[in-house]
């Protein structure tokens, strides 16, 4: 297990467009397996690669109905329903807002071995999968949200301890609500 610091609001990674993995090997592996352990650290249901400070094409997610890896990952919108519910973002703790995404898509890209995957996602394995996607192409979740929304959820941003202190990295650990988290309430 190799849990990785998790990149903060501010950190220029999240907002550029990340590499296309163009080798399967050892490393993409790690990168994988060092995410899923980051992501279960900090609480989340996905993590994309810039996340953890690695420019490339990869997230990671566990749903509770789903979970896996997307690697270079597109996807296709089925139908024209939406869906409306609250996200956060691990590189943004404190902050949660309603996002409108679509409700049901089909996701395509490779796994670990360079296999092709392609899946059908609905409900929250959809809002995921976009949300993670955007992270790849250096979009977060803020830039989804109407104007007077994200104007609200920036005030509460830069009140929080970790902005006005200029933080762009946390452990994971500390990120909130992760599997260290709940040992020590148990």
Not at 38 to 54: C, D, K, L, N
Request: charge should be negative; proline fraction near 5%.
């Amino acid at each position: 297990m190799t849990i990785q610091p998790v990149r903060l609001f501010g950190d220029p990674i999240l907002r550029a467009r990340a590499a296309e993995v163009e080798t399967f090997d050892p490393q993409v592996r790690q990168l994988v397996t060092d995410l899923v352990d980051t992501m279960y650290e900090s609480g989340g249901v996905g993590m994309a690669a810039p996340q953890i400070g690695v420019g490339l094409r990869v997230f990671v997610y566990d749903t509770g109905d789903a979970q896996g890896h997307l690697i270079n990952p597109v996807f296709e919108v089925v139908g024209e329903q939406t869906q409306t519910g609250p996200e956060g973002c691990l590189s943004i703790p404190g902050v949660r807002e309603d996002v409108v995404r679509a409700h049901t898509l089909i996701a395509r890209g490779v796994d670990m071995d360079g296999t092709p995957v392609e899946f059908r996602a609905e409900g929250l394995l959809a809002r995921c999968v976009q949300h993670e996607t955007d992270h790849l192409d250096g979009v977060l979740f803020l830039q989804r949200l109407a104007p007077e929304v994200r104007k609200e959820a920036m005030r509460t941003l830069r009140e929080s301890s970790w902005f006005s202190r200029g933080i762009t990295v946390l452990p994971a650990s500390e990120i909130g609500g992760g599997r260290r988290a709940r040992e020590r309430s148990n």
